[in-house]
């Protein structure tokens, strides 16, 4: 029987760092196919990845006439590969230098007649060591993998209801291949003073378009702490929003990284994981809002409004 604790965890971010920075660039080669046939939408949301019942999915990808998915299984530990013409090719996910899990996926998405025009180089790293050529990368812990996995469903689910609260502009809660992080930002709806970019080895042209809004994100990431940490932060930041009290106990405003920091080890140790993020999602927005003056009354509501009532179309009838 799993208890709110068990729910959550634990993975050191040192136990397991040669197969994280192996399945980061496995991620990046996925998401840059799906980013190959996927339509621009603003943001770069087009690109990302997706927590799912069983690792981490592209979702449909448009194709053609048709679509296809790519999903890491971190259950069976395949990385499985899904058309709407009714094709599917799947192959182990084990220890494999990046150049031959960026080999087979190729070949996978050949059998099924799918091309995949990419960039094959990974970006916001450094180095930047083409995918065909490299063989540092060569790591998969199956066990940690799943752990890194049941962390990130975790996230997903309680960021997913904090999400809920926002009716203004808000992204899904989705996976960044780039930085290898679980996202999900809020915008006021005013525009943004053009970023200045600076990430390795990407042009400051997706940073621009990635910040051209006024918004507050949070996320976690498999760093910032022992076991990764839950972060939040403000583009342009606020006056005082560095000051802004926040909760919960463990939270912190990290001048290295320009960002408040609650480590995930904090939230899994805490009495109740979830109130514990929760409050950290809610206090760190309020610290963008309140500093940044957004129209909170426009922006803001209940999720569970209509519980209790009719639905608005059953009630007209």
Known sequence: MTTPATNWPSLRVSDWTATRDTLHMWTQIVGKIRMAHAPLINHWWQVTLYVSPRGLTTSTIPYRAGAFEIEFDFVGHQLEVRSSDGGA?????????????YTRILHTLDELGIEAPIHPHPNEVEPAIPFAEDHDHASYDGEAAALFWRQLLQANRVMGEFRSHFVGK???????????????TRFSGRS?????????????????EGYSRELSSCGFWPGGGEEGAFYAYA?????????????????????????FLLPYEAVRAAPDPDRAVTEFLHTTYEAAAVRGQWDRSALEDDPFRWDGTSSPRRASK
């Open 89 to 101: 090719r799947s192959f182990p996910l084990r220890p494999m230098p990046v150049a031959e899990f």
């Open 192 to 208: 943004a003073p053009p970023h200045p970019g600076g990430a390795p080895n990407c042009g400051d042209w997706v940073m621009v």
């Open 170 to 184: 808000v992204s899904p809660v989705h996976f960044f291949w780039g930085a290898m992080d679980l996202a999900c």
């Open 235 to 259: 583009y342009p930041e606020p006056d005082g929003f560095a000051d802004y009290p926040v909760g919960p106990k463990g939270a912190y405003f990290s001048a290295e990284f320009k960002q």
